[in-house]
T-cell receptor, first 111, second 113 residues
Framework: GQQVMQIPQYQHVQEGEDFTTYCNSS?????IQWYKQRPGGHPVFLIQ?????EVKKQKRLTFQFGEAKKNSSLHITATQTTDVGTYFC???????????FGTGTKLQVIP | NAGVTQTPKFQVLKTGQSMTLQCAQD?????MYWYRQDPGMGLRLIYY???????DKGEVPNGYNVSRLNKREFSLRLESAAPSQTSVYFC????????????FGDGTRLSIL
């Protein structure tokens, strides 16, 4: 079945440093979504990418969808302590409602 | 606006006991999902319901059953709980259009002794 891997699994950064997480799918995705889960919380939707090569920005966060629609990345510029949490990508494939979540990247920001 | 409501929030069971986790959404969503999240792990799909009246297996369906009671409610049942099912269970819903975001409940923290 479809697998979605994320690297790195963990990342510790000093506050103010940049952070990037990468998402790779074993199959072509129709779209990709990114979620953030704060410690003890539930995943919260951040953004969706649909088009090949698409780039979207939300303040300090930049999201990219690969040309082949099999990979994606999330880049955070100048991290803050409020960025702490686990970031997940999730993808739909085909016309089905089944969604596969990536393995997640846990970000720790050191003040 | 309650969104997705899960009950109970916490539960401790003994091995072999059964229980049902409840999930209800008030957003008129067609699709609903059950995930489990083990410590330090990602979200693994147990079952999903693309629309009222349909259910399908996800990645880890063994040991679970589901019921899509109506458009609002999607329950998850453990018939004979095992320690390996100790986890946090999340219910989610979305409109039903492919690619639309999922809205999650707060989760049920389940421990099986």
């Amino acid at each position: 079945g479809q697998q979605v891997m994320q690297i790195p699994q963990y990342q510790h950064v000093q506050e103010g440093e940049d952070f990037t997480t990468y998402c790779n799918s074993s199959t072509t995705l129709s779209n990709i979504q990114w979620y953030k889960q704060r410690p003890g919380g539930h995943p919260v939707f951040l953004i969706q990418l649909v088009k090949s090569g698409e780039v979207k920005k939300q303040k300090r966060l930049t999201f990219q969808f690969g040309e082949a629609k099999k990979n994606s990345s999330l880049h955070i510029t100048a991290t803050q302590t409020t960025d702490v949490g686990t970031y997940f990508c999730a993808g739909d494939s085909g016309g089905y409602q089944k969604v596969t979540f990536g393995t997640g990247t846990k970000l720790q920001v050191i003040p | 606006n309650a969104g997705v409501t899960q009950t109970p929030k916490f539960q401790v069971l003994k091995t072999g006991q059964s229980m049902t986790l409840q999930c209800a959404q008030d957003m008129n969503h067609n699709s609903m999902y059950w995930y489990r999240q083990d410590p330090g792990m990602g979200l693994r799909l147990i079952y999903y319901s693309a629309s009222e009246g349909t259910t399908d297996k996800g990645e880890v369906p063994n040991g679970y059953n589901v019921s899509r009671l109506n458009k609002r409610e999607f329950s998850l049942r453990l018939e004979s709980a095992a320690p390996s099912q100790t986890s946090v269970y999340f219910c989610a819903s979305r409109t039903g259009a492919v690619g639309q975001p999922q809205h999650f409940g707060d989760g049920t923290r389940l421990s099986i002794l």
